[in-house]
């Protein structure tokens, strides 16, 4: 059976939400695979979120490891110029592969995982991470997303899970969905802003502005979505990570990510306006 490695942070409600769903999901075999570890890098104790998210995973049964970064990361130096990663951090990660030895899975999801994965890991492991903007679409935060959307005067967003690479979110598109910034109930916030620069807008409103937050609106409602779509999606070989990792499908061909847009838009049609 297909097999899934989970990796999370567990830093909040979000982290024990998606885990949830994609538990379900196998549970009633939409998912055909199954969870064979979840790993988090926070041990008891560190946290009331993250105490949560570990005791939520015990009574699912699933084999959980885990082991506290910042306890690592304690007397170690930081990063040096010019540096990605400091140190302490390959090192780290070489300690989450050992102890992870035993378990073979065929996919990793980052599901709030809240460390940048480092090159031995990226190798060891095909994981996957989700990107708030679609293929092509503006890189950073979901905050720094919306921001160069509204500035750049973008007429679609949308949603991504790419490949995990060493470098931070270049790695290659797995799946999407992209969604219409433009048209009703867009137009008219736009139309708002039309006489102001993206300066005066965000120190007039912020995030708190109505475009936005509508967008974030429309954006979070299709990243669960996406990421169990995903899930499923591979579970079913419709789409899989080669050996050159090249994002291929069914037939082994070359694909520049699988699009998921339509399905996305059934999923979450009437949940949002």
Request: glycine share 8%.
């Amino acid at each position: 059976m297909y097999q899934f490695g989970w990796f999370s942070t567990g830093r909040d409600k979000a982290a024990r939400d998606l885990l949830e769903a994609a538990h379900e999901r196998i549970q009633l075999g939409e998912i055909k695979a199954e969870l064979t570890f979840v790993f988090c890098n926070r041990e008891p104790g560190e946290s009331k979120e993250s105490d949560l998210f570990l005791k939520q995973v015990k009574s699912y049964g699933i084999p959980l490891v885990y082991y506290s970064y910042q306890k690592f990361k304690a007397g170690r130096a930081s990063n040096k110029q010019g540096e990605t990663l400091p140190q302490w951090r390959l090192l780290y990660d070489r300690e989450v592969m050992a102890r992870l030895n035993g378990f073979h899975p065929d996919l990793g999801v980052l599901a709030g995982y809240m460390l940048i994965v480092g090159k031995e890991m990226c190798r060891s492991y095909n994981m996957l991470n989700l990107h708030p903007a679609a293929p092509g679409g503006p890189a950073g935060t979901w905050q720094e997303v919306i921001w160069q959307l509204i500035e750049s005067s973008a007429k679609e967003s949308g949603v991504m899970m790419h490949l995990v690479t060493p470098e931070l979110d270049k790695g290659p598109v797995v799946t999407h969905c992209t969604f219409p910034i433009t048209g009703k109930p867009f137009d008219n916030y736009w139309d708002e802003i039309k006489e102001h620069s993206l300066k005066e807008i965000k120190e007039r409103q912020g995030e708190t502005h109505p475009l936005f937050r509508i967008i974030r609106k429309h954006g979070l409602a299709r990243e669960f979505p996406l990421i169990i779509a995903t899930l499923k999606a591979s579970s079913q070989g419709k789409i899989r990570i080669n050996s050159k990792k090249q994002i291929v499908d069914a037939e082994g061909r070359p694909i520049n990510g699988y699009n998921l847009t339509d399905e996305i838009n059934e999923l979450v049609k009437g949940t949002i306006s």
